[in-house]
């Protein structure tokens, strides 16, 4: 196993709680009687559905298409029918006698598909990132093809606490993360292959190490564990000992970074031909009876599976999709799992911290806590009076939303609120500006046809005037003109 | 001689600054306006005339001597009226600011008449002669010269979606209880 | 009110929590002053304590906007650093004016917690000695509490000097140390006790309140320059154990030198801060015109402050690096 080369500047290490789950091997989840799949589980456009209310569908058909740059389409994780569309969800109702009544796919051989090929079935089946930030995976993978990547790197880290579902996934599919990655070597041509893993979880150390030692170029690299480790930044950090340039992309320092979970979708993709319909998530929390790690199709409402694992031991005060460092608050218990739900969090109010807010004493925790050596007290006092262009320049735009800072903070200042909101406003006046400078361009050139296109009406005007036979009437009046211009000049 | 001096000296000192100052006010002049330089550059420069003047340089007169508000500019939007606003040193009055906004064809009103193309100075309107029309929202400033002419008021303005906001400013508005909902 | 934004947890450190740790790790050595200079020493601090807390009611009646409230132990901590540099037997409206002077126009003037520039103690000790030189001037000899002798209200005290007073007159002492470190020495109610201060200072240190670069970065600061002119020229400065137990260079190094508000926020700038409140207190002590230069060096690193912060900036995560032409 190797040591990271670098460890990343600040972070934090918050309580993990992982031991409420790290040693519950995998629940298969029971077929819910409905799933409600979002339309929107990518960065790009919502996809738009192909199928109608009432249609009858089999699992791992297509039901929703791609719309445009960097969204993905959507398969039916098991067999149903159709009971709603709107614009935000497909609802299938459950075909429960035979839920996994599928489609069918189509096997691969190993190294039967080219690299094209295997991106394209890889978009097809609707793989995302799978660690969260659901970018989609064919797209990244294209990058390769654009740069040269000379490393790979598998993220094992899960800083997050409370979730333990990639821990269980290295210590029990590891074969199947092998297969994922040897694809992902076949696509990207990188030449060393290394596998980041938190220290804290020897178990899938030691699993993953065994398997590494069958194959060339491919390591185990153990990291310190702290939050944000998985973040790719910190990452490439950490292993490589390059970081990536304000602005650029992994790809530009030739590093790729996939999760173990999107490994995994690669591998049933491409060797079975099966598309992104179910994943690992962590169920966790201190209201829940039974915390676990299950395997649950996408789309399954979160109270289907809380039932599943013993019901809820009392009321939870607030639900969080995700760790509870970036994770989103939710209200609704029948919200579904989406490509990208790592973890669901029932949390008590015990487990909820109730920091008294005071003012900013410049005690500079934040600067220490900060992953991306940023000054967070100074961006958060331009922020406050709406100095954007002083908040840009002192990297806001930089900020990964960690919420390290936020952590610290002994004045409970919502400073990760502050930064999301300065990136959204900066973002805003970035495009403001770009617009007016294009409908400005718009305008210039509508002003220039409409000129030219009354002077190609004159020019024709006249031109036909000349060529027209002259008649009597328009001669004698020329003759008449032509005589006066002669007096006049004379 | 001292006395003569001691009564002289202040009024001696003032009669020389007064020079100084008289001195750099002629021949250390200031050429042009810099008010209305700053203005203009702030501007888009694009001479569209939807400002109702004829060219960029005129309304930023018109704006530096107070004769136009700072939101005359419809590509500008609100943040160059903000930014006018603060070069000028006035308030901005919100109430008539809405925020970017762009123009959408309601479907069922539009006959393919092409007057509303035919207006639009940013060529944001498309549309065959006779067909429906559409409005392309990136290209579109909200300006409203088409909602005028459209013989069947099916052309309305709606808050420019790019320009949503999903977070809001902390401590802007105090955030509703999160209670959650269950069966 | 709960947080409903991610992030959703917190390491649970408050101000109030910060405020009230530095608090109990100066109370030893306010206690053991308190013993040793009896009665009129005790009046004094709690006159100081309660004119800082009056003051800061008044100023957030009159300005509900500013920042900090009443009981978050900032203005008790401002007051008891305040009290501990003043001499013991000052009479009690030097303590109330001090305190006064200190919240209105150290903190509140400014917009209150975490808004001031200056130091608000050693602002209010420095208007105090300029204002009224004798009475900031007259230094008591501890009682000999142990013994059963206590200072009583109305009893003068037994004046002395200070040592390093003395060194700057020029009279050589023999310098007892056990005496400086224990705390039986004369001076102000802060200066006496080195061990205790000491204590409290590492105490916290471990507790994460603040890190080692300002102590350590003060006293190396002043004790290194001091050290080489002790060899160069005795007589101009006491040895170097008394050069670092007295004054309130211990007292500086822990409690004024680490307030959090007014110094600078990275650790390259806290070792810059250290280094040149240290070197200060030096220079004054050993070129100046008062003996003692703990609050007039901090007010002058306060104002370069800004400045520091400013140059000593952390190098961001993907900036400044030596890109390749791929």
Known sequence: MLKAQIRPHGGIHPDSHKQLTSQNPVITMQAPWRLILPLKQHAGAPALPVVEVGDEVKADQLIATGNGRFSMPIHAPLAGQISAIDQNNITIKVDMKNPRNSVGNTPHANHALSRDEMIELIEQSGIVGMGGAMFPTADKLRLSQKYLIDTLIINGSECEPYLTCDDRLMQEQGDRIMGGIRYLQQITLADKVFIGIEENKPAAIAAMEALCKAEENMQVVGLPALYPMGSEKQLIEAVTGRQVPSGKLSADVGVLVQNVATSIAIFEALRFGRPLTHRVITISGDAVEVPSNVLAPIGMPISEIVAQCGGLKTTPARIVLGGPMMGRAINDIHAPVTKGTSGVLLLTEDELPNPKASACVRCGRCIGACPMSLTPLDMVAELKVDNFDKAAEMGVMDCLLCGSCAYVCPAAIPLTQYFDWGKQEINKIRFAEQKTARTCLNSAARRERMEREAAEKEAAKAAKAATRRPSRRNSAAATNSTAATEEESA | ?183 | MMILRAPHAHEGISIKKVMFKVNIALAPAVLLGIMQFGMPALFLVITTIVSALVCEVISLKLNPRAEGEINDGAAILTALILAMSLPPHAPLWIGALGAAFAIFFGKQVYGGLGQNLFNPAMLARVVLLISFPVEMTKWITPSAFYDGVWYKMGVDGVSGATTLGLTKEGAQTSFHWLSHVLGTNTGSLGETSAMLMLIGGVWLIQQQVFTWHVPLATLVGCLLPGTAMWFADPSVVPEPLAQLTSGGLLMCAFFIATDPVTTPTSNRGKLIFGAGTGFLIFVIRTFGNFPEGVAFSILIMNAVTPLIDQYTRPRMYGYGLKTEEK
């Open chain 2, 1 to 183: 001689m001292l006395t003569l001096l001691y009564l002289f000296a202040i009024p001696l000192l003032a009669a020389c600054i007064g020079y100084a100052l008289g001195y750099a006010a002629i021949h250390l002049k200031v050429e042009g306006d810099p008010l209305v330089d700053e203005i203009s550059a702030l501007l888009p420069n694009g001479q569209c005339g939807q400002c109702g003047y004829p060219g960029c340089s005129q309304a930023a007169k018109a704006m530096a001597c107070g004769e136009a508000p700072p939101d005359v500019c419809p590509p500008g939007g609100s943040a160059l009226a903000q930014k006018v606003a603060a070069v000028l040193g006035v308030t901005l009055d919100s109430n008539g600011m809405k925020g970017p906004q762009v123009a959408a064809i309601a479907m069922d009103g539009c006959d393919g008449c092409g007057r509303c193309i035919k207006q639009c100075s940013y060529d944001a309107i498309v549309g065959a002669t006779r067909q429906l029309h559409g409005v392309i929202a990136e290209a579109c400033t909200g300006c409203g010269a088409c909602v005028s002419v459209c013989p069947h008021n099916g052309i309305s303005l709606y808050p420019d979606p790019a320009f949503m906001s999903r977070v809001s400013k902390p401590g802007a508005i105090k955030p509703a209880a999160l209670e959650v909902k269950n069966a």
